[in-house]
């Protein structure tokens, strides 16, 4: 085990630092890829998982504060690594057990073909994992201002007169999430203007780069999903619910509809909004964490989320086959 959940405090280094060692371990099936840097000079690292020539996007910790998705995100790319290794070792370890039976046979045999499926989805799909896209946020929303290196942005920083611990931000005081050049986006200031940050022309590259067939931004704000687009044509919109009724019925999670897509006033400027837009493949949003919880969060929400979304990867993969 590599992630290790019982860790509280998890810094960007600590991050950087398993995602090296996870990539070191399976170094057949995960690629470390840096595909951008912040502006407090921190890469922005994205794991490519499976040998696939189609690809799926996960995207985590574009918002500081949400401090529980990247820990949660960078432990399924070790959960399905691990899998997929598996699957030769039990194959044959289960050919020896058939020559003599336990009693607990049947739960082998699912547990092998569990691992069956994985090995094949990692092999038909490249997993593009970015688990923490605002590492600057990240880490101001753990540590506060000393998190910041650059004394240009820590000035600005301090300025805001922020309660640290809620920090959404990126290191330049600027919230990803409403920064991506898509119809509904507007400006909030006159220097305002989309795809400004370091952090958005990294993934705005990724979505170019490779034909992804479909992405997911994981947040935390109470166990829902949003799947509905008002400024795409119905048949999209019809596949974007069927796809996130069937992640409901993993997650137990709540589906968000058209009324509860943008709240009234909001600026626009959303990473699933300018995936879809710009590609009419498949974008939803997956909010992790109970709807009352508090800033800080509690690491201790790292297991069960784990629990809730470890196999939304698995299921979508059986959806896209
Ligand atoms: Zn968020």
């Not at 790292?302 to 939304?312: A, G, H, M, Y």
Request: with cysteine; glycine share 6%.
């Amino acid at each position: 085990m590599i992630i290790d959940f019982s860790r509280e405090k998890y810094s960007y280094e600590d991050f950087i630092s398993d995602a090296e060692i996870l990539t070191k371990q399976y170094n057949n099936i995960i690629q470390y890829v840096t595909i951008g840097e912040s502006h407090d000079n921190r890469d922005i690292v994205m794991l490519r998982l499976g040998t696939g020539r189609k690809y799926i996007l996960f995207c985590g910790g574009v918002h500081g504060r949400e401090t529980i998705n990247p820990i949660v995100l960078l432990k399924i790319v070790e959960f399905y690594a691990n899998q997929y290794e598996d699957y030769g070792k039990a194959k044959e370890n289960f050919s020896r057990k058939l020559r003599f039976p336990s009693s607990n046979i049947e739960t082998q045999y699912e547990h092998m073909i569990f691992e069956k499926c994985v090995y094949e989805l990692l092999q038909t799909y490249t997993i593009l994992m970015i688990p923490l896209l605002n590492p600057d946020g990240y880490m101001i929303s753990l540590y506060g201002l000393k998190a910041i290196k650059n004394p240009t942005l820590q000035n600005k920083i301090k300025r805001m007169k922020y309660n640290f611990s809620e920090w959404k931000y990126n290191g330049r005081g600027i919230d990803i999430n409403r920064n991506f050049p898509c119809r509904s986006w507007k400006p909030k200031g006159n220097r305002d203007y989309a795809a400004s940050e370091n952090e958005t022309k990294a993934l705005i590259q990724v979505f170019h780069q490779y034909r992804i067939s479909c992405f997911l931004d994981f947040h935390s704000r109470g166990k829902s999903i949003y799947y509905y687009r008002n400024s795409m044509p119905k048949v999209y919109n019809d596949k974007q619910l069927y796809i996130a009724k069937r992640l409901k019925n993993i997650t137990k999670y709540e589906l968000m509809d058209s009324e509860n897509e943008i709240d009234y006033g909001d600026s626009g400027g959303n990473t699933v909004h300018y995936f879809s837009e710009h590609f009419y493949k498949p974008a939803l949003t997956i909010e992790t964490v109970d709807e009352n919880a508090i800033f800080p969060l509690d690491y201790k929400y790292r297991t069960s989320t784990f629990e809730d979304i470890k196999l939304v990867l698995f299921e979508l993969g059986g959806l896209l086959l």
